[in-house]
């Protein structure tokens, strides 16, 4: 048990919820009930009194979950936007080509034809072959099924995976839909 004189003792005052009195507590006192949020302590009148909310903890634990929760959302967004760059690049060359995106036959003049056959063709709007697949893996694969994601994911697991510090297939951990 610790002792304090008055001159160590540090008070902070707190208004009871019910009688509202204002009383003071020890601060290592008052610390430790907003570390563990729902004990009971009781001011001077009887009154129970308890503080609502997560601890300091917790609240790390849930930001330190939404940061890797958004930095596989990042990676996976910046996948997406490196696969949609190559597609666009490939049918650049194929129309450089000579060849029609849309109908895979080659001609003179590509763009006479694109303008006859497919007017309402929008380059930016090209489809992958993946439109069945629809469940994605924050890592960039797709997949027809849940239980498929969830294989990839179990075979990707190294250790502990849900801690990013200790796996290096952490990026695993989110899925988007």
Known sequence: MTYYT????????EECCNCHMVFAMPADFRRRKLDRPGTTFYCPAGHAQHYTGKSA??????????????????????????ATRVRLLRDRHR??????????????????????????????????????LRYKCSCGRYFASPRGLAIHQGRNRVGDWTDPDRSRYARHLTVTV
């Open 6 to 13: 008055l001159a160590q003792l540090r008070l902070e005052t």
């Open 57 to 82: 903890e917790q609240k790390l634990r849930d930001a330190e979950a939404r940061e890797v929760a958004l930095r596989d959302q990042l990676s996976a967004a910046e996948a997406d936007a490196e």
């Open 95 to 132: 129309f450089a080509n000579g060849v029609c995106p849309c109908c895979n036959r080659t001609f003179d003049n590509v763009r006479r034809h694109m303008q006859t056959k497919h007017p309402d063709y929008d380059a930016s709007d090209i489809t992958v072959g993946r439109a069945e």
